[in-house]
């Protein structure tokens, strides 16, 4: 907030103007030599900020809502699971074993799991279909639905579940797992089961845009954040044998 106060703090937040935002982005940008992402963090929170005034009826406008964000790519260095781990988390508990193998072969989300019935597996494919509530907002983040083919060991798993496959609350199922994972000593956050599969797929060669779509991110910069820097070595090797 500091620099931004800097710059406007001495007028009414309502004579603020977009372009002058867009002006202070830009400067931020090119002078200061910020990344985008940090300049991006920095206008996301201000919008946040004047949101909030605007819905306790302080503010009468919020003067960041035009503007748009600067996107960086950050790498994130994600925590996933080799096959060691998943071996000693499966023994860990055998009787709950299936569902993690299901989840890490799936990479579905904890919320997609709960209440999902067999009947979603067709043709080799589950279907994640999105359940909007009153806000529009659905089961998936994006709000839309995805099929994610079934290899073997999903396969496995779902003959080994109940129907619907889960059936207590999400935070139930977080707690099963730190428990297992704990006692594996691996780590206990479930959602490492999501960046397992998606990872393992980056690993195996799979297309980003393919691992977005499979993983259901509404945004491919997301997948690139997390995944890119475990894309294969030799890219260059391949494009260089094209002979057309």
């Known amino acids: 907030m500091k620099r931004f106060i ?12 977009a372009v002058e935002v867009e002006q202070y982005k830009r400067s931020r940008l090119l002078d200061d030599k910020a990344a985008k992402e940090t300049v991006g963090k920095e206008i996301r929170r201000l919008k946040a900020a004047f949101n ?4 306790w009826k302080e503010l009468d406008i919020n003067p960041l809502a035009p503007v748009k964000t600067p ?3 950050r790498i994130v260095a994600v925590k996933f699971y080799d096959r060691a781990a998943m071996r000693r988390l499966y023994w860990a508990n055998p009787a709950r074993a299936p569902l993690w193998l299901f ?29 909007p509530d009153e806000s529009g907002a659905g089961r998936t983040m994006s709000g839309k639905w995805r099929e994610v083919p079934l290899n ?13 496959l889960v059936s207590v609350h999400k935070d139930t199922v977080s707690d099963w797992f730190a428990k297992d994972a704990a ?14 599969f998606c990872a393992h797929m980056v690993m195996a060669g799979a297309p980003l845009r393919r691992v977005q779509l499979l993983a259901g991110h509404a945004d ?4 690139e954040k997390y995944y890119a820097h475990l894309t294969p070595e030799g890219q260059e090797e391949a494009v260089a044998k094209l002979n057309f």
Request: charged fraction near 30%; glycine fraction near 10%.
């Open 71 to 73: 996107r960086g790519v």
């Open 6 to 17: 800097e710059r406007f703090g001495h007028r009414p937040i309502d004579s603020i103007r």
């Open 183 to 196: 006692a594996a000593e691996i780590g206990v956050h479930l959602h490492r089961l999501r960046h397992t």
């Open 103 to 131: 989840m890490a072969h799936t990479g579905l989300r904890r919320g997609e799991v709960i209440g999902l019935e067999k009947s979603s597996m067709v043709a080799g494919r589950i279907l994640i279909e999105s359940d």
């Open 220 to 223: 491919y910069a997301t997948t």
């Open 52 to 55: 909030r005034g605007v819905e």
């Open 152 to 164: 073997r060991y999903a396969r496995w798993a779902i003959r080994h579940l109940p129907d619907p």
